[in-house]
């Protein structure tokens, strides 16, 4: 009998290789770990119980290899994997400053996620999930920017809630231009939404972190948008809820890596426990998703990387008693 699952991503994968000075030597030292957006939505989302799915192409080389166990590992089902031993792995080369805060390059011509296609696309899978989820960093180049979309476009047709993550990196876009259109192409067929506040400004025009809120939200039908702000919090907005929460800044910081994706998969953790439509939910309910978001994406920054960084339920909720700093 097929599975069914909570989550289905997807998207790239690759390794996200944190490069640090060494001040002994005045060389480099990297550090790999396995990465890439959606896969780290899902290792959220496993972590804090739910069953979920990945689609992408993946290199049968010692990186892909790593990834592949990595997935194994967290238990994220493989089932719509396509494997590869003609392209090379993805490589996401992080740097960090004083505060953890993180910029990247990337080795990514040709690599094995860039290259999969909407045929390899398992349709079968995208319909027993209750959630497909992608990002914009697969619509970077073809074919995988024309599978990503038809991976969305085949749930929204079948009726199954899609979320999208516009997170934007600059590097792999020929243009602002190209960037915006293909990433508002994205929104076209999404109902949930994380986005960044720069993100937000990026695609609006507009620095108001409400108003650009909901100018994306009517112009594209969202159901739900939330935007995150790094050390100030996040926001939600849903129908005509508004709702701004700090972050937990008590934390020790070192690696901001997968923030973003550790809030983003609490959220759908959330959302998927409640048992309701989006449009169904109550105030005081998207407080408490915003709040627990807020507490798992804090937590992810207290380890190096992401996937390993991911909290689990007790941990959040331990930090939620003891409050955020406003």
């Known amino acids: ?125 995208i319909g027993r999930s209750r959630i497909l989820h992608f990002g914009s960093v697969s619509m970077t180049a073809e074919p995988s920017r024309s599978a990503t979309l038809a991976a969305a476009g085949y749930a929204r047709d079948k009726g199954i809630t899609v979320s999208y993550d516009p997170n934007l990196r600059e590097r792999l876009w020929n243009s602002l231009d190209e960037a915006k259109e293909a990433i508002l192409e994205g929104m076209k067929l999404a109902d949930v939404v994380k986005i960044s506040g720069e993100e937000l400004e990026f695609l609006t025009d507009d620095g108001d972190i409400e108003r650009a809120a909901r100018k994306l939200r009517d112009t594209y039908g969202l159901k739900l948008l939330t935007v995150t702000l790094g050390a100030e919090g996040a926001a939600v907005l849903s129908g005509d809820t508004f709702i701004r929460k700090s972050t937990y800044s008590k934390v020790d910081t070192i690696d901001t890596t997968g923030a973003g994706d550790a809030f983003w998969g609490a959220f759908l953790y959330c959302l998927v426990k409640s048992g309701k439509k989006v449009q169904e939910l109550e105030r005081q309910e998207l407080a408490y998703f915003l709040d627990f978001a807020n507490a798992a994406g804090s937590l992810s920054t207290t380890k190096k990387g992401a996937i390993p960084a991911m909290p689990d339920r007790g941990e959040i909720e331990l930090l939620m008693e003891q409050g955020c700093e406003d």
């Open 1 to 125: 009998m097929d599975k069914y699952y909570d989550v289905t991503a997807v998207g790239e994968s690759l390794i996200d290789v944190i490069v640090r000075n060494d001040r002994n030597t005045g060389g480099l030292v990297m550090e790999g770990n396995p990465g890439g957006a959606p896969l780290n939505v899902l290792a959220a989302a496993v972590r804090l119980g739910l069953d979920a799915a990945f689609i992408g192409k993946i290199s049968t080389d010692a990186f892909g290899k790593c990834l592949t166990d990595t997935i194994e590992n967290c238990g994220i089902s493989k089932e719509g994997i396509v494997f590869t031993d003609r392209e090379l792995t993805t490589l996401a080369m992080v740097t960090l400053d004083d505060k953890g805060d993180r910029s990247f390059s990337f080795y990514r011509d040709g690599t094995a996620d860039v290259m999969l296609k909407s045929s390899e696309l398992d349709t079968g899978l």
